[in-house]
């Protein structure tokens, strides 16, 4: 099963800037969607915040964190990144890196640790 490993969260002024990373143990990274989500200790499921998909030729993020943040892939490095700029209060959460694959109409996935981001002055 594929291991990930995040890095990169911490403690940032609003406005400020963050880089999360995700990087996997497999050789098959790059057959993989990979996927941040964020959860906040009041709420009981995980945000989906940005998605991409295995070639990193296309995007998809939650409306809250368009403009804002942007996520990337390396397959040669086998690390997806999170690129979160303008951060705001509403941002502080853990932070997951998710990575999903579907063959044959069965899905393998795959989470992170997590990585705490917190937004404060």
């Known amino acids: 099963q594929l291991q990930l490993v995040e890095s990169g969260g911490g403690v940032v002024q609003p406005g400020g800037s963050l880089r999360l990373s995700c990087t996997a143990s497999?050789?098959?990274?790059?057959?993989?969607?990979m996927r941040w989500y964020r959860q906040t200790p009041g709420r009981k499921e995980r945000e989906l915040v940005a998605t991409i998909i295995r070639s990193g030729g296309s995007t998809t993020y939650a409306d809250s964190v368009k403009g804002r943040f942007t996520i990337s892939r390396n397959n040669a490095e086998k690390t997806v990144y999170l690129q979160m700029n303008n951060l705001r209060f509403e941002d502080t959460a853990v932070y997951y890196c998710n990575a999903l694959r579907t063959v044959f109409g069965s899905n393998t996935m795959s989470w992170g640790q997590g990585t705490q981001v917190t937004v404060s002055t």
């Open positions: 497999s050789f098959t990274f790059s057959d993989y969607i």
